[in-house]
């Protein structure tokens, strides 16, 4: 593994790979980690450093539009379910009304409250629902756990990225302090 700021391709995984993770780090640890970067580095890789996470920090708010995005879809989605579902259920209902209208058509006869709830009874529609709510609800499902992982993802990366930011700025700072006190 090469440690060498001149070789490395991306500074969050040279940084990673030559200091350590900062994941729970306390103010003592920063500290330490500013004071390393500043020991380590001159003033001109310490602010080629600093522009290269505000480039990236820069590029992740031109693509911050995926985060929104999938939010909309989902809402959208759940109107069409809705829809989907209200129209399944007036249709069924549509159907039965039309056959018992039908039956008692051709019957010709009087037919009682107990003949009329045997026969709505005897519908089941169950299957058209359930035809069209497990698919939906499927698709759903997976839509909305693929937008938890998208945003824990991307969360994950901006808060390390700007995490960094803030420990190169004060690397820089202190850095330039540095060198115009020994100018």
Do not use: W
Not at 19 to 25: C, F, M, P, S
Not at 73 to 102: N, P
Not at 166 to 177: D, P, S
């Amino acid at each position: 593994m090469i440690r060498d700021f001149n070789h490395a391709k991306n500074i969050v995984g040279y940084l990673e790979k030559r200091y350590g993770k900062i994941k729970r780090h306390t103010i003592r640890d920063d500290i330490e980690f500013v004071k390393d970067i500043c020991d380590d580095h001159n003033l001109q890789q310490i602010s080629m450093m600093r522009n290269r996470i505000q480039a990236s920090i820069h590029s992740g708010r031109d693509t911050s539009y995926v985060n929104n995005n999938p939010v909309n879809f989902l809402t959208v989605l759940f109107t069409v379910v809705c829809s989907l579902m209200f129209g399944f259920i007036t249709i069924g209902a549509q159907l039965v009304l039309a056959y018992i209208g039908h039956v008692v058509n051709i019957s010709g006869k009087d037919i009682t409250i107990k003949d009329l709830d045997k026969m709505v009874d005897s519908f089941n529609l169950s299957s058209l629902l359930q035809a069209a709510l497990i698919p939906t609800l499927g698709i759903f499902i997976m839509i909305y756990a693929g937008i938890l992982i998208l945003n824990s993802a991307l969360k994950k990366d901006s808060s390390k990225i700007h995490m960094y930011d803030v420990l190169i700025r004060e690397a820089y700072e202190r850095k330039r302090m540095e060198t115009t006190i020994e100018e």
